[in-house]
């Protein structure tokens, strides 16, 4: 039961990281080139400059994984939390594409 919770964890990830990078391609491409006279950026650019911001943050990353840390809580329920964690960040992603396609319907 570990390893499986440990590979759902890893795909879900994955996954949402993925999809984080075609929701930020299509914010940014909507809202800061038209605002700024940029030019437009693809998925891998979108997925580099994703990355980037990521390595940045790692402070507050590590920060994150201490709080996990700091509870007393099984293995099953680490994977729990990260797997809920990961698709609160994956409904957080929709609802900002949902807004800003709105928005952006009316500019």
Same mark, same amino acid.
């Not at 390893?3 to 990830?13: E, P, R, T, W």
């Given at each position: 039961?570990?390893? $499986?919770?440990?590979?759902?964890?890893?795909? =879900?990830?994955? %996954?949402?990281? #993925?999809?984080? @990078?075609?929701?930020?391609?299509?914010?940014?491409?909507?809202?800061?080139? &038209? &605002?700024?006279? #940029?030019?437009?950026? %693809?998925?891998?650019?979108?997925?580099? #400059?994703?990355?980037?911001?990521?390595?940045?943050?790692? +402070? %507050?990353?590590?920060?994150?994984?201490?709080?996990?840390?700091? +509870? +007393?809580?099984?293995?099953?329920?680490?994977?729990?939390?990260?797997? @809920?964690?990961?698709? %609160?960040?994956?409904?957080?992603?929709?609802?900002? $594409?949902?807004?800003?396609?709105?928005?952006? =319907?009316?500019?």
């Amino acid at each position: 039961m570990k390893g $499986l919770m440990s590979f759902i964890s890893l795909v =879900l990830g994955i %996954g949402v990281g #993925l999809y984080k @990078a075609m929701v930020f391609m299509f914010l940014f491409n909507w809202f800061v080139v &038209t &605002t700024f006279n #940029l030019s437009i950026i %693809g998925y891998w650019m979108s997925f580099a #400059l994703i990355i980037t911001v990521g390595v940045l943050r790692i +402070k %507050g990353i590590h920060r994150s994984l201490l709080h996990y840390e700091s +509870k +007393k809580m099984n293995d099953e329920e680490k994977h729990t939390m990260e797997i @809920a964690n990961t698709l %609160g960040v994956f409904v957080g992603l929709n609802v900002a $594409l949902f807004i800003g396609w709105l928005i952006q =319907l009316n500019m």
